[in-house]
């Protein structure tokens, strides 16, 4: 199996791991099968998303996803962060081995529920 030179990158030096305290949204995701789970943080300020924080056991394509996912949605509003697809984002690593691209989906799905988690806080407000 061969992992490109970026997945290594963001592997071995992830970007914005972390927690953040009283996020304005929270999603995390488990893959019931493997039990791999993701958490995504996310600190939002009109509309738009100034700080995110990932947490993760899953394996190194998960962390590498999360990785990129949090750089490319952060300083976005959540409209576009939720245009962000598992395709864009492994686009970004160059590609991943096929038995690995549901790793990516979990970054995006626990993105897209810490957003809808904002908005729905919102919408109670
Ligand atoms: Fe569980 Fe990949 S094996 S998410
Ligand atoms: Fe489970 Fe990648 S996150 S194998």
Redesign the pocket.
């Known amino acids: 199996m061969q992992y490109t030179e970026k997945v290594m990158e963001h592997f071995m030096n992830p970007h914005n791991v972390g927690v953040i305290e009283n996020p304005s949204g929270y999603g995390k995701v488990g ?1 019931p099968s ?1 039990g ?1 789970i ?1 958490e995504i943080f996310i600190k939002v300020e009109n509309d738009i998303i100034t700080d995110v924080k990932f947490r ?7 962390i590498a996803s999360s990785s990129v996912s949090t750089e490319l949605i952060k300083g976005k509003t959540v409209e576009e962060a939720l245009k962000l697809t598992n395709k864009k984002v492994v686009e970004e690593l160059g590609g991943l081995p096929p ?2 691209m ?2 990516s989906v ?1 970054a995006e799905e626990a993105i897209q529920l810490a957003i809808n988690d904002y908005l729905s806080k919102k919408e109670a407000k």
């Open positions: 893959n493997c791999d993701m993760t056991f899953g394996c190194a394509s998960a038995v690995k549901h790793c979990l």
